[in-house]
């Protein structure tokens, strides 16, 4: 089928198929210049070598514990100002009532990501981990970014590792990808200045592995940055993954622009949105998994995405803001059987798998997880 392609994108097909690494050359080549069909094409060829047919989802729900944050990411439109209208914050009731949701919907996961709240000591935080883990021991606490972590490192005055023990001791159980951005630091200090880094991104990861949790990759694109940034950013998370294997997904993010300072800019398209999931497919050859967010790329993208290197689709999401408050128009959350539906008519078979990549298996409103991890 190769034969007649021109030479930078044979010479990359050539090494995806003889299973070899891609260099940020070829990263940048990809991602500017290759024909998408050819690129979905080399990205399926991983993605079927990773996963055989199956596409993952599980059934979780969200809880952003507050939208008030210290920080003013030029690309959020979820956070808020302390006197602000639309300003929340939950308190132990409503964060015991949302775990009890979770349960009653039979999620083996909440996701847990908020705002930085000026007013919060690190006890709140810490205390909302164990009130979810002792209401519902059986559903997988994933929580924090490093930017949370950094901050809950600041506030404290403890180290990094510290901090996360103790997240760990209160039930923390693996953590999301977020916070990535773009690591590039002058793409940095133009869309977020004042938060954690990409070192700091990057130690957090790093120590969360050491301790033996498992955590997620993003990488937020269709902003102000270019090929070269993107292509920086996977191999930077390819070097940590080389050294520690402790991440599990990668996740390409879309920047939404309503009700955010950059609002100027146009959402990426369908093209480039899969365009992104097959780049980061064939670049981060040592991730088992790259997700497409369904409530961010909305469902007939993520179906296109499963055959463009994309092997998840996330889960049900009750509950999901982030996106919703700039612009996203998908549904707030999807049953099981709409999953169901929308992978299979993608040709693909659907798994549900926990937090860790483990299958899970039902029997009416009971679930466990088998013991092993799903390629
Ligand atoms: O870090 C915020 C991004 C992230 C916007 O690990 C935006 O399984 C686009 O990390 N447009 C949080 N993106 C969400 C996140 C995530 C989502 C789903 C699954 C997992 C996982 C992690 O959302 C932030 C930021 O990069 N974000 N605002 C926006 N306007
Ligand atoms: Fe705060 Fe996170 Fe929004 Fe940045 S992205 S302003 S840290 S809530």
Known sequence: MFQTLDPPIQIIADKVIAGE???FDDGVYLDESADLHTLGYLANIVRERKCGNAAFYNTNIHLNPTNVCVYRCR???FRADLKDEKAYTFDEAGVRARALEGR???ATEIHVVGGLHHKKKFDWYLDLVRTIHETCPEIHIKAWTPVEISWFSFITKKSIRWVMEQMIEA???SMPGGGAEIFDPEIRKQLCEHKADSDVWFDVHRTAHELGLRSNATMLYGHIEQARHRIDHM?????LQDETGGFQT???LAFHPENTELDNIRKPDGLFDLRMMAVGRLMLDNFDHVKAYWIMLGEQTAQMALSYGADDIDGTVVHELIYHDAGAKTPEGMTVDQMHRMIREAGREPVERDTLYRHVIR???KWHAAEAVLA
């Open 21 to 23: 690494r891609l260099s």
């Open 75 to 77: 690309f959020c439109a």
């Open 104 to 106: 009653a919907a039979g």
């Open 171 to 173: 039930g923390l159980g």
């Open 235 to 239: 191999l930077r998370l390819r070097k």
């Open 250 to 252: 990668f996740i390409p």
């Open 363 to 365: 029997d009416g409103a």
